[in-house]
Nanobody
């Protein structure tokens, strides 16, 4: 239904920058919001940032002021601009899409779709 492909990960030194991209395909009209999560070895996957169809954004405290999420005009690609990177930002970064379906009963169901992940490594 929805496919997500991330790119842009790599190796960078501390205080450097990277820009991640996520291209959505398939039933993109059903996407309600998109975001980025990350998972470091031995840790649970955590929310980094989200952006709604209306353009509203939220950021984890650990990245606020350093990371910026944005969308292109096609409304099927999201970017994560990462500045002032720290070694603790090292993780696999996953693109996420939330699909919202309203049933005839007016019940709302939400489903999550995930990209394959892209590795970000920040050296000290």
């Amino acid at each position: 239904q929805v496919q997500l492909v991330e790119s842009g990960g790599g190796l960078v030194q501390a205080v450097g920058s990277l820009r991640l991209s996520c291209v959505a395909s398939g039933s993109t009209f059903s996407i309600n919001a998109m975001g980025w999560y990350r998972q470091a070895p031995g840790k649970q996957r955590e929310l980094v940032t989200t952006i709604s169809n209306g353009g509203g954004t939220d950021y984890a405290d650990s990245v606020k002021g350093r990371f910026t999420i944005s969308r292109d005009n096609a409304k099927n690609t999201v970017y994560l601009q990462m500045n002032s990177l720290k070694p603790e930002d090292t993780a696999v970064y996953y693109c996420n899409a939330k699909v919202r379906i309203t049933r005839p009963s007016m019940k709302v169901d939400e489903y999550n779709y995930w990209g394959q992940g892209t590795q970000v490594t920040v050296s000290s």
